[in-house]
C-alpha cells in the first residue's frame, strides 16, 4: 500500500508540473460538502491512505502533507507511516493552518490549485485573500486526480425512496412554502441547496449514497410558484418518487445539468445560498445572482417536531433493548474467554439492532477500543488491529443505528474485569461533567460554549481535559452529525431551542492506557418561564445503563448520585416490559441503587 500511495502521489506531481501548479490542497470534501463522503469522491483517502474523516492534503512539488485534528493525531501517525506523508496536528500550537503554510512556502509569483468544486466559496475566498498578499496565485478549475483514478468508483447509484409522513411529521410543501417564506428576510427570491441532509429533510426523501446516512445525490433549488427542481441521477427515481415529488411542486432535472442551469436564471434572480456549504463552482456559476446568507433549514430541520420527537423516544427503547442483548453477549463471551475481539463487538451489535422493527442502518461505524485502543477517539476495528478483549481493563463503546423513525448515537466504557482506582476515579469525574450538562437549566438564548463550560470543570479541576467538542446535533433518520447547533470552546452563534437533539458525550484519553467517554443524547425542551424569560433544560432520551462498578461514590455528591439512580429508574422501568428471562434479569442487575 506504501508503494501505491507513493506511486499516486507521484502521478500527481506529474499533472501539477503540467499545469504549472505549484502545490494543491486536497480536501475531504465532496460537492455538497459533507462531513460522509460516497466512495466516488474519497480522493483524499486514495492519495494518502488515511481512512479518518477529517483531515486535508497539501501536495507541493516536491514534499506532502496531511492536517488532521486530534481525534485521529494517533490513527494517522500508524497509516501515514512509510509513506513519507507528514503528519501535520491541527489545534496544536506550533502547527500553521494550511493558508498560512503556504503562504510561508509557496514562492511568489507560482500557483495553488484547487478543485472549486471541492472548496465551499468560503474557504476558496479566504484561501485567496491569504495567498494573494504573498503574491500566490490561486487556480480554482484544477482536479487533482482527474485521469489519474483509473478506476475511481462510479457516482452513487441507489435508489430513492419516500421518508413516510408519518415519521416525518409534515408534507415537502409545507417545508418548501416555510422556506419560500423566510427568503425574504435575507433579500432573497429563491434558494439553493448544495447540502444532501437538508435536501432530504426538505423533500421527505431518503437513499443510501452515502454508508450510514441515507441521503441521495442531489442539488435543489427552490423557489416560488411551483418551480423548485430537484438536480439528481434519473437512474436513481422510481416513478413513484417522481409522481410524490410532482405533488409536492418539484420537477427533476440530470444531476449534472445543474451548473448550465444555475448561469440561466436572470439575471435579476437573488438566489440564497449558504457559503461555507455551497461550492465555489456554483457560486461562480451564479455569478452577481449569489446572496450569501444562514440556511433557513438548517434551523428548521435541528427542531424536531412532536412526530419525530414521539419516532426518537420510540427507537430509543427498541435501541435499548438491543444495546441489552449486545453487552450481556458481551460480558458472557468475555468470562467464557472464548476469543471475543473488538470487531466482533460491532457485529454483535448490528445484529442485535437489526433485529428490531424500523432498522435501516447503522449511523456510524462502530468504535470499539479496548484498552489503549479506547484513547483513539475514533478508533475503528478492522482484522489487522482488531485486539482481543480480557477479563480486565476498560472497553469504550461508541455506536448508533438508523432506523425509519429516528437516529441513535450512544457511547459506554465499562469494566471488564474489576476497575482499577485510576479507572473509577477518571470514569467519575467524565460523568460528574455528564450529569452537570444533563441537570443544567439555562435562559433562552444560550449557546453551545457557555453549556461546553459546565461539561469540563470536573476535569479542568484535576488538570485534566479533551480535545473533542462535548456535544453535536443529531438528525432525525439523517445524519448522526448535524447543526446548527453544537457544545464546544469554539463559539457558536446559534443559541439552543426547543426540540434540538445533542449529544451529550465528555471523555478523558490516556495514551496507551485507555479511553472514556460517556454519551447520551438529550432533546432541549423548555422548563419555566419567569419575570426574567424563558428558560431551557435537558430530558435525556437515551436508554442504557452506566457501568456501576466504575463509580467513585467518594468524589460524587448526593444530588449526583441521586440523578443517576433516577436514570437508571427510568432505563429499568422503559425497557422491562420488552424484555424477558436472562435479559431482564440482566437489566434488573445493572439499574440497582448506588449507595456510597
Not at 102 to 114: D, Q, R, T, Y
Not at 294 to 300: K, L
Not at 314 to 338: K, N, P, T, Y
Not at 340 to 367: C, K, M, W
Request: negative net charge; contains cysteine; glycine residues 8%.
Amino acid at each position: 500500500m506504501k508503494t501505491e500511495i507513493t506511486t499516486r502521489l507521484n502521478a500527481l506531481r506529474n499533472k501539477m508540473d503540467e499545469a504549472g501548479i505549484f502545490a494543491t490542497i486536497v480536501p475531504q470534501a465532496d460537492p455538497h460538502m459533507s462531513e460522509y463522503l460516497a466512495s466516488h469522491w474519497q480522493v483524499r483517502r486514495w492519495l494518502s491512505g488515511f481512512t479518518g474523516s477529517a483531515g486535508d492534503l497539501v501536495v507541493t512539488n516536491d514534499k506532502t502533507y496531511l492536517w488532521t485534528d486530534s481525534r485521529y493525531f494517533l490513527q494517522a501517525a500508524q497509516q501515514l507511516e512509510g509513506t513519507g506523508i507528514e503528519l501535520m496536528k491541527d489545534g496544536l500550537p506550533g502547527t500553521p493552518s494550511i493558508d498560512d503554510f503556504l503562504a510561508a512556502n509557496v514562492p511568489a509569483g507560482k500557483c495553488v490549485g484547487i478543485n472549486g468544486m471541492m472548496f465551499s466559496t468560503m474557504r476558496a475566498e479566504t484561501l485567496r485573500a491569504r495567498l494573494q498578499t504573498h503574491g500566490i496565485k490561486l487556480s480554482t478549475d484544477f482536479d487533482p486526480v482527474d485521469k489519474i483514478w483509473s478506476d475511481r468508483p462510479a457516482l452513487p447509484e441507489a435508489k430513492v425512496f419516500i421518508h413516510d409522513v408519518k415519521y416525518a411529521g409534515r408534507e415537502a410543501s409545507q417545508k418548501i412554502a416555510d422556506i419560500i417564506a423566510a427568503l425574504p428576510a435575507q433579500q432573497a427570491s429563491s434558494m439553493f441547496i448544495s447540502a444532501l441532509d437538508e435536501i432530504a429533510w426538505t423533500l421527505n426523501i431518503r437513499s443510501n449514497d452515502v454508508t450510514y446516512n441515507p441521503v441521495a445525490t442531489a442539488f435543489l433549488y427552490i423557489a416560488p410558484q411551483g418551480r423548485s427542481v430537484l438536480f439528481i441521477d434519473p437512474a436513481k427515481l422510481t416513478g413513484e418518487v417522481t409522481s410524490y415529488l410532482a405533488s409536492q411542486g418539484v420537477k427533476t432535472n440530470d444531476y449534472t445539468t445543474v451548473m448550465s442551469f444555475l448561469s440561466g436564471l436572470p439575471a435579476d434572480e437573488k438566489v440564497l445560498i449558504e457559503p461555507d456549504r455551497t461550492a465555489e463552482a456554483i457560486d461562480t456559476a451564479l455569478g452577481k445572482r449569489s446572496v450569501f446568507g444562514a440556511s433557513p433549514v438548517a434551523e428548521m430541520k435541528a427542531c424536531k417536531n412532536p412526530v419525530q420527537i414521539a419516532g426518537i423516544k420510540a427507537a430509543m427503547q427498541r435501541d435499548g433493548v438491543a444495546l441489552v442483548h449486545s453487552f450481556m453477549e458481551i460480558e458472557r463471551r468475555v468470562a467464557a474467554g472464548d476469543g471475543i475481539a473488538e470487531i466482533d463487538v460491532a457485529e454483535i451489535l448490528r445484529r442485535n439492532r437489526s433485529a428490531q422493527p424500523l432498522f435501516f442502518d447503522e449511523s456510524f461505524g462502530t468504535i470499539a477500543g479496548y484498552a489503549g485502543h479506547g484513547a483513539i477517539v475514533h478508533y475503528e476495528a478492522d482484522e489487522k488491529s482488531s485486539s482481543k478483549l480480557k477479563p480486565e481493563g476498560l472497553l469504550l463503546v461508541d455506536s448508533g443505528a438508523q432506523y425509519l423513525d429516528g437516529t441513535t448515537d450512544i457511547t459506554r466504557t465499562v469494566a471488564l474485569g474489576e476497575p482499577t482506582a485510576q479507572e473509577r476515579r477518571d470514569f467519575t469525574l467524565v460523568m460528574k461533567g455528564h450529569i452537570a450538562m444533563a441537570k443544567m437549566v439555562f435562559p433562552e438564548g444560550t449557546n453551545g460554549a457557555q453549556i461546553d463550560v459546565i461539561a469540563r470543570q470536573f476535569l479542568w479541576k484535576n488538570g485534566l481535559s479533551y480535545l473533542h467538542g462535548t456535544g453535536h446535533g443529531v438528525g432525525h433518520f439523517l445524519n448522526v452529525h448535524e447543526g446548527p447547533q453544537k457544545v464546544a470552546l469554539n463559539l457558536s452563534k446559534f443559541p439552543f431551542k426547543p426540540g434540538m437533539l445533542t449529544s451529550n458525550e465528555p471523555g478523558l484519553y490516556r495514551t496507551d492506557v485507555h479511553g472514556i467517554r460517556c454519551e447520551n443524547l438529550v432533546l432541549c425542551t423548555e422548563v419555566m418561564t419567569t419575570e426574567f424569560g424563558k428558560f431551557y433544560g435537558f430530558e435525556t432520551v437515551t436508554l442504557f445503563p452506566f457501568d456501576l462498578r466504575l463509580f467513585d461514590t467518594e468524589i460524587m455528591t448526593d444530588e449526583e448520585i441521586d440523578w443517576l439512580n433516577n436514570y437508571h429508574d427510568r432505563v429499568r422501568q422503559t425497557l422491562s416490559p420488552l424484555l424477558s428471562g436472562d435479559a431482564l434479569k440482566w437489566l434488573e442487575n445493572k439499574t440497582q441503587k448506588l449507595t456510597r
